[in-house]
Structures are given as structure tokens and as C-alpha cells.
């Protein structure tokens, strides 16, 4: 099993954020891409133990970790680890239905790959999201060989998804997060 401090530290903050937006008395499908160590997993599906918690990441390392994680800790609610790409197609994300996500979650992910899994991500989320559901997105933003920015700045503000109806997207700062200058981008579909 791998262990990152740095999920040991941000897992609470960003289960705050969770937490307005999923309901721990409903049913739910979440959709985890870059898992990573499978922390996170464990700690937000032990959280919403009705949520049915997909993890999923493009390191087999990763996906090894996340069952190992989940598995150790018995969460029935967390299903085994999908070998994801983001820049695949939508079609190509483990046989999701389309419009059957509650919830797609992504964290320190953006910043560190390239502009086209950000957008491979964003372009997913406009299929496998249920109407009203939420993409949220963790991560700190920055400019550079390292990472891109595909909100053109850190202020907050909200923004129309390009080309799709009745879409917007806010932009949080958010006070808790242990890490300075984290943002947690949130999406959701109208």
C-alpha cells in the first residue's frame, strides 16, 4: 500500500467541501479518476457508505495500492479499481452509463498532466454526469512546464461551460485546505 501525507492531510478539507454536495442518507455513484494511494477512496466512501465509490487511475501501481487500501479496510461500498486513461473517450471510461454519475471527483490531477486529460475529464463529465450532479476538481493551480491553467487565473468568478446548455462552473477558494493556494473547482450540471 502506498501512503501520501499529503491525502492524509487534505482528505477532511476536501471531504468538508463533499459533503454539501452529496447527501450520506442517498444513494449515489461516484466516479474517483487519479486515485492515486486509494486514501481518499477509503476515507469519503467510509464517509457516504451509501455512495457505490468507483476509484480509478492510469498507474498499475496505483490501482494495487487502492484495492490493497480498500480491501484492508472492508468497504463493501468501494468497487475494484478501474485502469482509467482521461484522454480516452467517454465511451472507453469501464462501461459507464451515460447520465448515471452523481458525483466526479478529481484530485491533483489537473495541475500536474497535460491540458488534454483536463480536457478529457471535462469533456466525460458532460456525458456521465446526471443532470444536477457535480464535478469537483482539487488541486493548486498553476502555469508553466509543470501544469497549465484552463481557467486563465486563480480569481474566484463563475464561467458558462463552453459549449454545453445550462452548465456553470464556480471556482472556490477555499480557507481550510492545508495546502496554500489550493483550489477546488466545482462544476455542475443544470
Known sequence: MQVSAAAER??????????????????????????????????????????????????????????????????????????LDVTWEWEHWGGIPPQSLDLLLCINMIHISALRCTQGLFRAAGHLLKPSAVLITYGEPRVGSAGHSCLGGTGPGKWHASGEAGGHASQQQVPDFPERGTLCFILQLC
Not at 26 to 51: I, K, T, W
Not at 59 to 77: E, K, P
Open 10 to 83: 487534505n482528505k477532511e478539507p476536501i471531504l468538508g467541501v463533499l459533503r454539501q454536495y452529496v447527501d450520506p442518507r442517498r444513494r449515489a455513484r461516484a466516479l474517483e479518476v487519479a486515485s492515486g494511494s486509494g486514501q481518499h477512496a477509503a476515507h469519503f466512501a467510509r464517509a457516504f457508505p451509501l455512495c457505490e465509490w468507483q476509484p480509478s487511475d492510469v498507474d498499475r501501481r496505483c490501482l494495487d495500492s487502492i484495492a490493497a487500501t480498500t480491501q484492508a479496510q472492508g468497504l463493501s461500498n468501494v468497487k475494484a479499481p478501474l485502469y
